[in-house]
Structures are given as C-alpha cells and as structure tokens.
C-alpha cells in the first residue's frame, strides 16, 4: 500500500461543456473524487479532468501537500519535469492557506549540475528534477495565499500561458539550492505578480522569452539571484521580451539584483523595461546587463546578440557588496545596448569602502540625475548603427 505523504483541502468546481479544447488537471496524487472533499496524496496516480474549466472553478490548499520523496520514490512511469500541471484550463484560482511542500533536498544532491556550496566549494546538483507546480496553455489564472517551499527545481512556471495574477505567495527554499527559481514565466503574457515573499537559491523572479506585459509590484526577494530577464537567445535562438514593470521591491543578501542576461549568438530584443522605487540591501551586482552570458568558459564571442533597448532604472536606492561594482553594462560587441536611462540611482557599500568603478562595454544612454557611484562609463547618444531589424522581428 503507497505511503500518505500529505493531506489537501481540495475543491474542484469544474462545468464540461459540449465543445472545446480539453482542460487537464495533472497530479500525481490518488485523489477520491474532486468536489468538495478532502483527498489524501500518494506519490502514485496521474489524475486527468477533461474540460474547459468554468469561470467559478478553483483547486484549494489548506493542508500540506507533499510529492514522492526524492528521485529514488518518484515512479518510473511518471514525468520527472514536473509534479503539479494545470494544462488547458480557463478561469481558474489556485488558493488556499495551506503548504506545497517539495522534498527537494534528495533532488538537490544529484551528481549531474555543479553549483556553489559553503566556502567556494563546488557541489553536486539535479539532473532532470521537477518543477513543483506547473500552467501550461492556459488563461485567466489566479494563484494566491499559498506558501511553497523546497521545490527539486523551480517552484512555478507558467508556459503559453495568457492573464496570470499573482499576489501574497511565500516561496522559500535554502540559499544554495540549485535551480530552485521562484517564479517562471515564458511564452506568456498580461500577467501580475504582487505582494509576494521569495527566498531560494536562484532567480527568484524569472522572464523568459515570448513574455510581454508584466508587471510586478511589492515583492520582497532574498536571499536569491534576484529578479531576472532571461537568459535569453541560447543555442543561436530568437528572443522577444518587452514591456516589463517592476517597482516597489525589495531585495536582500543576494548574487543579482535587477539582471537581464543574454547569449552570445542570439537574435531578437529586449524592450520597454522598467526598474523604479527598488531598495537594494547587501546585494552584489545591483544592477547587471550580461550578454556574455555562459555557464562554462567556452563560450566563443559571435557577432549576433539580443538586442537591448528602452531600459529605465529610476530611485534604486540601498547597498551592495563589495566584492563586485554595483552597475554593471556588458553589452554585445557588434549590437550595442541603447536608450538605457538612470535616474537617483544611490548605491553605498554594505561595508567596507566604496567601489566606485562602474562597467560599461558598448552601452548608450542618459543620467538624469547624478548617480552614485558616477557612471562616467555611459556613452551619450546613439550608436552608428541600430539594430532595428531585431526590433522588427518581435
């Protein structure tokens, strides 16, 4: 007989209507019914509802929700990308009181992805873990109240997904868990993430390509990899991201703070982004653009890059670390990042002295006010040549 791992307040109200793409609530769980009852979950069963989900219909957590303990419990049979999958679905609220527990730390030991452990040692980390909780094609999603913790890999991620609302989620997992990004976005758009509090071992917001139209408000982050955009265009592949706000955020004790990261070789452009009234505190690389961006040394230098445009970062105000300069603009060699515009942008050292030697490689924009430190770096105008054809192409 399978082991109970967790208990669930669940309710389901599902309306199947004659006509229409199928919907799918995946679980691997061993659940009774789906009305309005309380369900026990076992690392087994893979549940399927078909249909379009009704405006009025929500799945409920008010319990401790947990998934196989680690690869060795995790059936053969099942998906090891992900636990949870909302596929399909339409008006739906995912709510509750309760905990997603995600057992991650079996996952975390995996001998396959090296990342950093205490001291500067290099530690063993997951090969194909799941993400905890996944939407896929789906629309009008509202996630609220839950807290979730320990994911194998990423906590949420929402693919192909269309009107996403977010508010007061807790995500936590151990500083030097591997993966273990917060929340997930790619292919997706219209969507709100706000009043949330998020600590984990890598990005704790992430944007990926095809994402347009988020704004993110009153997230608390750290300690993390910060809030991300991207990585973008790897393996030579195209990317479009544009129109993003975040402001009014908070972000601690982290690797990054406000980051966009690209590949080498990449096509495509990032547009229309925008950073203001976020409070850094002992945070290294407070502000970073990458487009060198590689996971080993080599990574040979190509003439394609992600095109960066219309990016404005106004009153980031805190202390950073000072083992790295607080701002930080790595742009392509042959497709300069432009139009980038800082405004009371305050950045002290958390202790010791003050490093006042900014980065700059091929970057064009505009201070409004003078920035601290001075980023002297930051060429005026524009360059010879816009990529305007990578505009074009998003």
């Not at 229409?20 to 769980?29: C, E, F, N, T, V």
């Not at 997992?173 to 709100?192: A, F, M, R, Y």
Request: aromatic content about 8%; proline content about 7%.
């Amino acid at each position: 007989m399978l082991p109970i791992l967790g208990q669930l307040e669940m309710e389901i109200r599902m309306k199947l209507p004659p006509s229409g793409l199928p919907g799918r609530l995946l679980a691997k769980s061993k659940t009774v019914s789906f009305w309005s009852l309380r369900a026990l979950f076992s690392p087994s069963l893979l549940q399927s509802f078909p249909g379009r989900a009704s405006p009025d219909s929500f799945s409920r957590v008010d319990g401790v929700l947990m998934p196989p303990d680690g690869p060795d419990c995790w059936p053969e049979s099942d998906s090891d990308k992900q636990w949870l999958v909302f596929y399909r679905l339409d008006s739906m609220s995912f709510t509750g009181t309760g905990t997603i527990e995600g057992n991650g730390q079996k996952w975390w030991d995996l001998p396959c992805k090296p990342h950093r452990g205490p001291n500067g040692a290099t530690l063993p980390g997951p090969c194909n873990s799941p993400a905890m909780i996944r939407f896929f094609m789906s629309s009008n999603l509202v996630v609220s109240g839950l807290r979730i913790k320990n994911s194998p890999q990423f906590h949420m991620k929402f693919d192909g997904c269309q009107g996403v609302l977010i508010n007061e989620l807790s995500i936590s997992s151990p500083k030097l868990s591997p993966n273990t990004d917060g929340i997930h976005i790619e292919n997706t758009q219209s969507v709100g993430i706000y009043n949330s509090i998020i600590a984990n071992g890598d990005d704790c917001i992430s944007i990926g390509t095809g994402c347009s139209d988020v704004d993110i408000e009153g997230v608390t982050c750290g300690p993390s990899h910060g809030i991300s955009i991207g990585s973008l265009g790897p393996h030579n592949s195209h990317a479009c991201v544009s129109n993003i706000t975040v402001r009014n955020a908070f972000i601690k004790n982290s690797d990054n703070g406000l980051r966009i990261k690209t590949w080498q070789g990449g096509s495509g452009s990032v547009s229309g982004l925008s950073f203001e009234n976020i409070e850094m505190e002992n945070v290294r690389n407070c502000v970073i653009v990458d487009q060198y961006y590689c996971l080993t040394k080599a990574c040979r230098n190509q003439t394609s890059a992600v095109y960066l445009t219309d990016v404005t970062f106004r009153n980031i105000k805190g202390t950073y670390d000072v083992r790295s300069p607080p701002i930080h603009f790595a742009c392509s060699d042959t497709v300069a990042c432009t139009n980038i515009t800082m405004s009371e942008v305050e950045l002290l050292p958390y202790e010791g002295v003050l490093v006042d030697d900014p980065f700059c490689w091929n970057a064009y924009g505009t201070q409004e006010t003078i920035t601290i430190p001075p980023i002297d770096c930051l060429q005026d105008g524009m360059p010879q040549s816009v990529a305007e054809n990578y505009l074009s192409g998003c």
